[in-house]
């Protein structure tokens, strides 16, 4: 509510994308650690940001209808993905909306923290628990943790650290 739905951009003004912009800096792929509000300066690099439901959930956990219903969009992002990329799902659901719409069946690619699933055309789908408040407060996830599924998605791109 306070997020991406006030902002316009996904994990902007909540706790989720304090984790996640930080560390999207830290590994290049965003200008600045911070993202407060949509017009602020920061820009991605060689990324894109995009939600398996285009809605606030009820509860902040989308309902399955939900994920249903908001995966053409989904679709329609990671058709855009290029050949070697690499996608990165935050949570279980994130995991299988991604599955569903690559058309991939859940049961051939199951969703673990720090988990790589080869795809189609040198592609890969990687798995991280979600940069919540709830799994950084709980120790679920640590910032290591994170650091260290993104230190495998720069191994699979290829890239060298900024």
């Known amino acids: 509510m306070h997020g991406a739905n006030a902002t316009g951009r996904p994990f902007t003004g909540d706790y989720a994308g304090i984790l996640l912009y930080e560390t999207l800096h830290a590994n290049g ?29 009820p509860e902040n956990k989308p309902l399955p209808g939900e994920v249903r219903n908001c995966n053409d969009y989904l679709a329609a992002d990671l058709a855009m993905l290029p050949p070697g990329g690499a996608v990165l799902a935050l949570g279980r659901i994130a995991h299988e909306a991604a599955l569903f719409a690559l058309g991939l069946r859940r049961n051939h690619f199951t969703f673990a923290h720090g988990a790589r699933h080869l795809l189609n055309e040198g592609r890969a789908l990687f798995d991280s628990y979600h940069c919540s408040r709830y799994n950084t407060n709980t120790g679920r996830l640590t910032q290591r943790m994170f650091c260290d599924v993104f230190d495998a998605i720069d191994v699979h791109l290829g890239r060298v650290r900024p």
């Open 29 to 57: 792929y965003a200008s600045s650690p911070l993202s407060r509000t949509a017009d602020d300066p920061l820009t991605l690099v060689d990324c894109r940001i995009t939600n398996a439901v285009k809605c606030l959930p």
